[in-house]
């Protein structure tokens, strides 16, 4: 496979991925700086063994980094996409998207892959670049704070 047809095969899921991690504005923006990033290594994506576990880990690496960025420029954190605050109480599954939302990177990205995307924690390890342990702790995590806007 060459390198557009690669990016044709998992361009869906990263921008899926991405717009879970970010929201639906910058998830553009996100995939096209990893995949630029990415044609640009030596070998581009057809020099990956496996491009779209790499091109995850890249989406899930861009948001982090995006994320730490926005940090330094403001004392307050801004909103993530669908925070708590802008939810009506009357919706669960309103709750659960703002909850999602508001959670660090890496436990929205665990709890996106597995339990949007049916992935084992194994297989979302492998995406993240982590150990199958730290996803479940990244799980127990959102399910405790799903929980707690769930009953409180």
């Given at each position: 496979m060459d390198d557009s047809e690669?990016?044709?095969s998992v361009r869906r899921d990263l921008m899926r991925y991405?717009?879970?991690l970010t929201g639906p504005d910058a998830a553009d923006d996100v995939v096209s700086v990893v995949v630029t990033r990415s044609l640009?290594?030596?070998g581009g994506l057809a020099g990956l063994r496996e491009p779209k576990h790499y091109l995850m880990k890249s989406v899930l690496n861009e948001v982090r980094s995006?994320?730490?960025?926005q940090a330094r420029?403001?004392?307050a954190p801004a909103a993530t996409y669908g925070a708590v605050d802008d939810i009506p109480d009357s919706s669960t599954a309103s709750i659960v998207d703002?909850?999602?939302?508001?959670l660090p990177p890496r436990q929205r990205a665990a709890a996106f892959l597995v339990f949007h995307e049916e992935y084992t924690p194994s297989e979302a390890a492998a995406v993240m670049?982590?150990?199958p342990a730290t996803v479940r702790r990244y799980l127990h995590l959102a399910r405790t704070r799903l929980r707690e806007a769930l009953d409180g």
């Open positions: 690669i990016y044709a991405a717009t879970a640009a290594r030596s995006r994320h730490r960025s420029r403001s004392e703002a909850v999602i939302a508001s670049g982590c150990r």
